[in-house]
């Protein structure tokens, strides 16, 4: 009789980005802005991770760290690493960035369509751009072939008729779906979305959920979602990380932390939705202002708005992991003896 061989269990895959301990601050003459101040996040290939907060929080700033498109001067990578396929996009050259890595692997899908979108120039030279700096397609009939193979992706109706148009000759949903093209176009495998549907009324932006939800199925599109609206984070991500003041706060699955918030500020977020066939008087407001990223407090930087503050809130709390997948900076969070 032989001895049965073991069974081997599969090698888990590492992360399709991870971010560590990353710093990003502006350097202005009033002083120095820490607009990311130690953040930790990671995306698996085919998940969505939703970034969360209040305006000012360093959901964009993040956002642009990863694609190494701080304002210039004043922007800079201080401290941390940015990890995508192995790769430490930190230790990257400008031009190392923007040839091999910028569009063709890592993207943005910015917030404001109509900004993002040259007037002068039509849809098809814009949409074709990508394609034509990273030598993806040769000659004018494969790049136009190209373009209309991914408007269609998008769902534009006739691209082949639309292609030869102008922004102002699209609506907001149909220039958000352009934009989304373009970054799509190179077929990345990270997807930044930039309050991707803050300017869209809610049957638009219904449909562009269905679209990402869409391209990640095809090709295991790995999606960082940055919005405001916790409806929209909850309707499409997989995890969420609630950022305040530059660092992150609270992270976990989206059920989790929609039944179970542990973080004050998280719990204020989602006490300030208002909620069909739920009666209340009045939605709760969070009291008070961020901070000041020039100077922040060396304690909690919520602490001077939380309805729970205590004497152990002036040092800043480690994360503390809730349950599996579940962790919050926040001494309400600390495993009880």
């Known amino acids: 009789m032989t001895d049965a061989a073991p069974v081997s269990l599969p090698v888990p895959k590492p992360p399709l980005l991870k971010v560590e301990n990353l710093k990003a601050y502006l350097y202005l003459k009033r002083g120095v802005v820490r607009a990311v101040d130690g953040v ?95 030598k993806l397609a040769k000659g004018r009939g494969a790049v136009r072939q190209a373009v209309e193979a991914v408007l269609a992706r998008v769902r534009i109706p006739s691209p082949a008729k639309r292609i ?21 176009a190179c077929s990345p495998r990270l997807l930044i979305a930039d309050e991707p549907t803050s300017a869209l009324d809610v049957t638009i932006q219904v449909q562009m959920m269905e679209l990402f939800r869409e391209l990640q199925r095809d090709s295991g599109l790995g999606i960082i979602m940055i919005t405001h609206d916790l409806g929209v984070a909850a309707g499409i991500c997989h995890r969420i990380a609630v950022m305040y003041a530059g660092r992150v706060v609270e992270s976990g699955d989206v059920r989790e932390i929609f039944r179970n918030p542990v973080h004050p500020y998280t719990r204020g977020l989602l006490n300030s939705i208002p909620h069909l066939g739920r009666k209340r008087r009045r939605l709760e407001a969070i009291v008070g202002q961020p901070p000041s990223l020039i100077d922040p407090p060396h304690g909690c930087r919520f602490a001077a708005r939380c309805p729970r503050k205590m004497a152990r809130c002036d040092d800043y709390p480690p994360q503390f992991e809730v349950s599996t997948g579940h962790s919050a900076a926040c001494w309400l969070a600390e495993p009880r003896p």
Do not use: C
Request: glycine share 12%; charged share 20%; hydrophobic share 35%.
């Open 40 to 134: 930790d996040l990671e995306v698996a290939e085919g998940e969505t991770l939703g970034i969360v907060g209040e305006s000012g929080s360093g959901k964009t700033m993040t956002s642009l760290s990863m694609l190494r498109l701080l304002p210039k001067p004043s922007g800079r990578i201080v401290e941390g690493s940015i990890t995508l396929d192995g790769t430490d996009l930190v230790q990257l050259s400008e031009d190392e960035m923007a040839q091999n890595w910028r569009g063709r692997r890592i993207s943005m899908v910015s917030q404001d369509p109509l900004t993002s979108l040259n007037p002068v120039f039509s849809i098809g030279d814009q949409v074709g751009a990508p394609f034509r700096y990273h």
């Open 164 to 184: 030869d148009d102008y922004p102002h000759q699209f609506s907001g949903g149909m220039r958000q779906r352009v934009v989304t093209a373009m970054a799509i």
